[in-house]
C-alpha cells in the first residue's frame, strides 16, 4: 500500500493513501525536494487490442512542497 504523509512542524498530521499530484509536471518535479532511497516496482500489465505486456510502474518515497494533492 502507497501512503502519503502530512507533515506540519516535522510531525506527521494526517495519513493519506491513493493520492494525485495536480499541476504541470516540470512544477511537480520543481518541487521535489528530498528523494528516498526505498524505491519499489510494482508489476502490472498494459493491454491493447488484446495483446498483453508486462510493465513495471515505480517511486521512491519523495517530499515535496507547494503543490496540489487530491483524490
Request: charged content about 15%; some cysteine.
Amino acid at each position: 500500500m502507497y501512503l502519503a504523509y502530512l507533515v506540519k512542524d516535522g510531525k506527521i498530521t494526517n495519513t493519506y493513501r491513493d493520492l494525485l499530484l495536480f499541476g504541470n509536471v516540470l512544477a511537480v518535479l520543481g518541487a521535489i525536494d528530498t528523494i528516498g532511497n526505498d524505491l519499489e516496482m510494482l508489476p502490472l500489465q498494459c493491454s491493447k487490442a488484446g495483446q498483453i505486456i508486462p510493465v513495471c510502474a515505480g517511486s521512491p518515497s519523495l517530499r515535496t512542497h507547494g503543490i496540489k494533492v487530491g483524490r
